[in-house]
């Protein structure tokens, strides 16, 4: 019984902590606690470990679970992350009356600051 309730209140705090966090911290949050919830995932697996009930294995399982959902939904929010922070490449311009069309343009005559040419 003291497992179930521990669990329930640690469950109750981490929904509440994690519902306060404004959206705009929210993914940098996630991406710095993928440690954390490799630990917690370890932590689970040591609950299994020493479980001698079947409500223990329940509660194991579960937060086994709810442990590698975190980590492997933490590892893809910051993949999303990355993502947002790579550039475009620029497309190239390519020459349309040319026989050969994969043969790019070349750069454009630099003018003169006066106008004349």
């Known amino acids: 019984m003291t497992n ?4 329930l209140l640690a469950l109750l705090v981490g929904f509440e902590v ?3 966090v404004p959206a705009t911290l929210h993914t940098p949050l996630m991406s710095a606690a993928n440690a954390i919830h490799g630990v ?14 079947p409500v223990g294995y329940a ?22 992350m990355l993502q947002m922070f790579r550039r475009a490449d620029p497309p190239t311009r390519r020459r349309a009356d040319s026989a050969d069309p994969g043969r790019p343009l070349p750069a454009a005559p630099a003018r003169r600051a006066d106008g004349a040419e």
Do not use: E
């Open 4 to 7: 179930l309730t521990i669990f």
């Open 59 to 80: 509660l194991a399982c579960l937060a086994a679970a709810f442990a590698a959902m975190n980590v492997v939904g933490g590892y893809v929010v910051t993949g999303r």
């Open 40 to 53: 917690v995932l370890v932590g689970a697996m040591l609950i299994a470990a020493s479980a001698d009930t």
């Open 18 to 20: 994690i519902g306060k």
